[in-house]
């Protein structure tokens, strides 16, 4: 059994250390003797067939950059969701996954759509580490921990429901103590850090998600967290 | 005479700090003195007689070490700010005993460059590379380079600027100066085989395209063109050829100035250290001095504290070498690693506000270079378990990795472990720390001696 990441932009979306995330993966997979692959896309690749998409931050410039390409394999990555892939997108790639971003010169920069939710800049910059506390399967409560650098306020349509509810920090906009989406299998968030490392528990949804598509529905073995852990603490005692 | 009562005030709060022992002095009397009088950088610096500022993201303090050494070579009496005090504060604390004829030589904090340049004036202002550093605290690369065009644009017609050519940010910035010149390396065989994962500007300031390579030094520094709007490498007029480092202990170059050329022999070890070098050189040059002068004084250069210094750990020798961005980093641990033996390490990771307070950054930093070679690591710092996990995640076995957050624990713990050197590898306020630690017994002398 194998799970394959397709990692969107490596060379344009990495401002955050992106690559720990995908680190986090490979590492946590292999540990566990579960065969693990990357399939980098680049702007104008075909998109390849993953279990789980990934899309970074970039600078700005970076992220105008790859926008048009972006838009242009919406429905590849709309297909694969409806055939089960998950998402994860962080900050600027989380941005990407709704209707757009809007400037502070009222400059549009459209996004994919693949979610109801809206980017707005603020006029200033949210920084600083954050805790938010998550329930992705009901019942099952979980810290997330990491730090947080943006300037878009992010709003979530509808019954839109956020990744977690924000315990200390901004979240999605310093208002409404909701952090980040999770719709389905797609989640977004502007937690970096990386996200993954100091999450381990978040490591391990994604993989189990991306074994169940092939109908792996094991339970994974648990590794020595000792030093994951530490790290967690630290950072949530800060926040 | 109002301003020189606060020039004595700020005077007296200098004598006071070392005195106390609570520091060189090095930025507080600045801090106090630009309260009472905030043009009094220029005010200062009036009798001087001419100036030089460095700025960069990485190697500010070593280049401006190595090109005090060069113009000292050149019989020029300095004045200058010491030990990494270099925004507006540090330069005014430094200009406080500045005198006529004297040569100005600061290092300037990346998003301080403007705000100095514009009071101080300087003859020359060296742009030395622009990486990825602390985006909580000075945002993205893009805006530091945006910040540094409008620098240029806005100079004195006669400043000449000395610009890093293998860098596409600062050469795009550097060859719009109305004077000025680029320096970098011409010598494809010190190459690395491909771009690093933290290399920053790979795209064409111009046009945005992605940047072709015919060479790769460091990071994004290297032999760049487009291929897309014909955007390059401007050709540097200050090269280093048939370079060769050895190891941690020494680099070896031909220095070719337009004036002539001589071989260089730099004591520290790290092909960062040659662009360094480099900068320095071309300071030399803005100050006509001649080649052979130049690699004199570069021969005679000792590392600052933190930058390669070799110290005496109660019998164990041990090298503080400085860790605070992906591309700084990514070249400490190129250096290290090309010592093939086993080694012991101690890994200081802060989070303070100088540091950053994102740690993200260690995970752009390809400690998987240097895994296989760590026989045993301590790790510390306010961050010590994160830094232990990044370590983890690049291939260490868990028992290998030892957390111990007090400094001075793990400073005792790296020294019983394993054999040879200590490498000790701390971001900025931990290597402050160690330095307080290490002078208190004895090891170093404290940063306001140690020039």
């Known amino acids: ?89 962080v900050c600027g790639g989380y941005q990407l996954l709704g209707h757009g971003y809007r400037g502070h010169q009222g400059d549009e920069m459209p996004g994919t759509g693949l979610v109801d939710l809206t980017t707005v800049a603020g006029p200033t910059r949210m920084i600083g580490n954050i805790t938010l506390r998550c329930e992705l399967d009901p019942g099952d409560q979980r810290t997330l921990v990491g730090f947080e650098n943006h300037a878009g306020r992010t709003t979530l349509g509808p019954g839109v429901q956020p990744l977690g509810r924000v315990v200390r920090g901004n979240g999605n906009n310093g208002d409404d103590g909701g952090e980040g989406v999770q719709h389905g299998m797609i989640i977004g968030t502007y937690v970096h850090g990386p996200l993954l490392p100091k999450n381990p528990w978040l490591a391990d949804w994604l993989i189990a998600a991306a074994l169940r598509r092939h109908g792996d529905e094991r339970e994974l073995e648990p590794l020595d967290d000792g030093l994951e852990l530490a790290a967690h603490r630290t950072a949530a005692a800060i926040a | 005479m109002i301003f020189r009562a606060e020039v004595v005030v700020a005077r007296l709060a200098a004598a006071a700090s070392r005195r106390t022992g609570s520091g060189g002095g090095t930025t507080l009397p600045g801090k106090l003195l630009l309260r009472l009088s905030p043009d009094a950088i220029g005010t200062l610096a ?31 009496d300095l004045c200058r700010n010491h030990g990494g005090a270099n925004l507006d504060s540090g330069i005014a604390s430094a200009l406080l005993t500045a005198r006529a004829g004297q040569v100005g030589l600061f290092e300037v904090d990346e998003a301080a460059l403007t705000g100095v340049c514009a009071t101080l004036r300087p003859s020359t202002l060296v742009l030395g590379n622009l990486f990825r550093d602390q985006l909580d605290r000075y945002g993205e690369l893009e805006l530091i380079g945006d910040r540094w065009r409008s620098l240029v644009a806005g100079l004195a017609g006669d400043t000449v ?53 015919d060479a790769v030094f460091l990071g994004h520094l290297g032999h760049w063109r487009c291929p897309n709007c014909g955007n390059a490498r401007p050709a540097p007029a200050v090269v280093a050829r048939a370079v060769r480092t050895i190891g941690l202990e020494a680099s070896e ?23 360094n070098a480099l900068a320095a050189a071309a300071i030399g040059h803005a100050h006509g001095i001649a080649a052979a002068t130049v690699a004199d004084g570069l021969g005679r250069f000792s590392a600052a504290f933190g930058r390669g210094e070799r110290i005496d750990l109660d019998g164990r020798p041990a090298l503080v070498l400085l860790i605070k961005n992906p591309a700084g980093a990514n070249e400490v641990i190129r250096t290290l690693a090309a010592e093939p033996a086993r080694k012991t390490l101690v890994v200081a990771l802060n989070d303070r506000i100088a540091d950053g307070r994102d740690v993200s950054w260690i995970w752009d930093v390809d400690f998987e270079e240097l895994a296989p070679q760590v026989a045993q ?42 054999e040879g050197p200590l490498y000790l590898l701390p971001t900025y306020t931990a290597m402050l720390d160690l330095r307080r630690l290490l002078v208190d017994r004895g090891a170093v002398r404290p940063y306001w001696e140690a020039a």
């Not at chain 1, 995330?21 to 075909?46: T, Y």
């Not at chain 1, 998409?53 to 972006?70: E, F, P, T």
């Open chain 1, 1 to 89: 059994m194998s799970v394959t990441v397709g990692h969107l932009y490596p060379e344009h979306l990495n401002i955050y250390a992106d690559r720990g995330n995908i680190a986090v993966l490979r590492r946590r997979c292999e540990w566990r003797g579960i065969e693990f692959a990357v399939a980098e896309c680049g702007p104008g690749d075909p998109t390849p067939k993953a279990d789980l998409y990934y899309l970074g931050g970039g600078q700005d410039r970076d992220q105008v950059l790859i926008a048009d390409d972006l838009l242009a394999r919406t429905a590849d990555l709309r297909t694969a969701v409806g055939d089960g892939a998950g998402v994860l997108a």
């Open chain 2, 46 to 76: 009036a009798p001087l007689d001419r100036s030089t500022v460095v700025s960069a993201t990485n190697g500010k303090t070593t280049t401006a070490k190595m090109a005090a050494s060069v113009l000292e070579s050149g019989g020029a």
């Open chain 2, 161 to 213: 600027v000395a610009y890093n050519a293998d860098d596409p940010l600062v050469a795009g910035v550097g060859v719009a100066a109305p004077k000025g010149f680029g320096f970098g390396i011409e010598d494809a065989s010190v190459s690395r085989e491909s771009m690093q994962h933290a290399a920053d500007s790979k795209w064409c300031s111009r046009c945005g395209h992605r940047l072709g390579y």
């Open chain 2, 253 to 275: 170059f031909t220095l070719e100035l337009p004036s002539g050329s001589a071989a260089v022999r730099l004591p520290v070890g790290g092909l960062y250290n040659v662009y």
């Open chain 2, 377 to 418: 690591v301590v790790v510390t710092g306010t961050r010590a378990a994160e830094m232990g996990m990044r370590l983890k995640y690049a291939g260490l076995d868990a028992a290998a990795i030892r957390v111990e957050p007090a400094l001075e624990a793990a400073l005792d713990a790296g020294r019983a472990a394993g």
